[in-house]
Every structure is written in C-alpha cells, then in structure tokens.
C-alpha cells in the first residue's frame, strides 16, 4: 500500500490534500458532502479581529476555465470563531489551518495572539496577498520588504508554525518567497488569486461591485506551476501548491515541480468531493507506478 504521508517539517500530513481558505468556509459546511478526517488537512475561511462583511454584491463572475471573486474577505472574527466553530472542528482527525488576515500588521499578530489561547490549531497561514481587499491599495506580498516585516513580526508572536500565502501578482516571486523565509516562514502557500476584472458588454460597466477580484480555477494553474517550479529552486522550506487543481494529475504536476502538499479552491464549488477524489487518484497513481511513497516524486522534475 502507498504511503500518501508528506512531511512538512513542522506538520505531517496523512496526505498531501488540503482545501484552500475562502472555498471551504470553515470546515463544517462541506460536512454533509466530505469526510474531513479522509483530508490532509483543510484551511478555514480567513479571519480578522472583529468581524468583517466584506464587499458588496456583484461578488461572483464565472469566467472561461476560471471564477472572478471580489468577496472581500467576508468573516465572523476571531471571538465567535474560537467559540462556535474551533469546538466543533476540534474531534477531526485532520490538521486545522487557520487563515489570519489584517488591516495591518498588528491586526496579523493580535489574531494569532489570541488564537494562540486556543486549542486544536495545527498551524496559521498568514494570508498577505489578498488581491480584493484595500489596505492603501495594496497587500503586503507585493514587496520583499512589507512581506519580510509582516511575517516577522508575527513569528515572533505565534507559538504555531506560520504558513504565509503569497501573491502571483508580482514581478520576481522568488525574492518575495526568499523575505518570507527570511522573516521565519515555516512554509510558504503560492499563490494567492490573479488580480482580474470583467466588463458587461451590455451596461458598460464592471461586473464587480469591487471592479477588480481574484482570478482561480484551472486557466490558472500553468502561471502558478512556474512559480511553485522558480521558487522550489531557492527555498529551503516547504512549498503548499495552489491553483486551478481539479484532478489527481494537477496535483501530482505541483508535486515533482517542488510542491510538497497542495490546496484546492474553486473545485469545491464545482464537486464537494474534489478532494477525496484527487486522493483517490493519488493512491492510484503511485500504485500503478510502484511508487511506495509520495514523497519520492517531490521536486523530481528533469529539466
């Protein structure tokens, strides 16, 4: 039997399949659709302090092979969080990632503060790459600097592995990933969503309320390899693939491209059971070609 275990270092996972924040909810929605103790893990929607509404609707545009959102970060904060759902994900036997947002950098580290107290928390990861909401126009990711002294500042805080989600939407995703490491990132989820817009032909106007979202879903996800392939080659810590996974044959490309684990969005929205599926055809895979670990095939790529 395949061993379908990855080991991040700071967290071994029973499988390399997790969920991506903000297409999961967090956790107990998709109970009725997915056992969430067959998943590697799953990353709860984002949370701030206090909570959050988020942008005004039109916040959902289907694109060809891809999904515009512009939800704003949309959440219940930390207190309700910690007292009606982290109980109620607390028995599964899976790693909970929790998604840590802020206004700024001090918001980052007084939601992992207090979340600290909290028990049944594998590890934070800290999404700085957001391309729909306003903090001056832009996220920390974008540059080597903010993203250095956010991670930073909040490693210092954390008692938990820190996992920091990076932006696409930059020049040289390698000197970005390189801050992150810098900084104390334990690992590093890439890519966030692709800054996009729509335009209705008929109104001339955006689709969005927000005029600009978040591209995902498949059309994205031969940017994203690249850049899980360039920055494999320079980190010395592990590497969460995200982006346009539907099948067990996208996962495995993030995998011998460097990925160690990957996340998967918008299928969600597609099949609940995406993700049981892809482990399926994991298992598959490496039985057929007689690998006994998953593990073997990460980083394998012959260029």
Known sequence: MTDLSVDLGFLR???????????????????????????????????????????????????????????????????????????????????????????????????????????????????????????????????????????????????????????????????????????????IALANTYLAMAVDVEKRSPKLANVFGGLSGPAIKPLTLRMVFQVAQKVQIPIIGIGGIVSGNDALEYMIAGASAIEVGTANFVDPETTTKIIQDLEIHCRKAGIQSIEQIIGTLKV
């Open 13 to 187: 996972l029973k499988n390399p399949v997790l969920t991506a924040s903000g297409t999961f909810g967090y956790g107990v929605e998709f109970t009725p659709f997915v056992d969430l103790n067959k998943l590697g893990g799953f990353v709860v929607k984002g949370l701030y302090f206090h909570p959050r509404l988020g942008n005004p609707p039109p916040r959902l545009v289907e694109t060809a092979s891809g999904l515009i959102n512009a939800i704003g970060l949309q959440g219940i904060g930390v207190k309700r969080f910690s007292e009606e759902i982290l109980p109620r994900l607390k028995n599964y036997e899976t790693a909970l990632i929790v998604n840590v947002c802020g206004e700024d950098d001090e918001e980052y580290a007084a939601v992992v503060e207090y979340l600290d107290k909290q028990d049944g928390i594998a590890a934070y990861e800290l999404n700085i790459s957001c391309p729909n909401t306003k903090r001056d126009g832009r996220c920390p990711a974008l540059s080597p600097e903010t993203t250095y002294a956010v991670v930073d500042l909040v490693k210092k805080t954390s008692v938990r592995p820190i996992i920091t989600k990076l932006s696409p939407n930059v020049t040289d995703i390698v000197e970005i990933a390189l801050a992150a490491q810098e900084g104390g990132s334990d690992g």
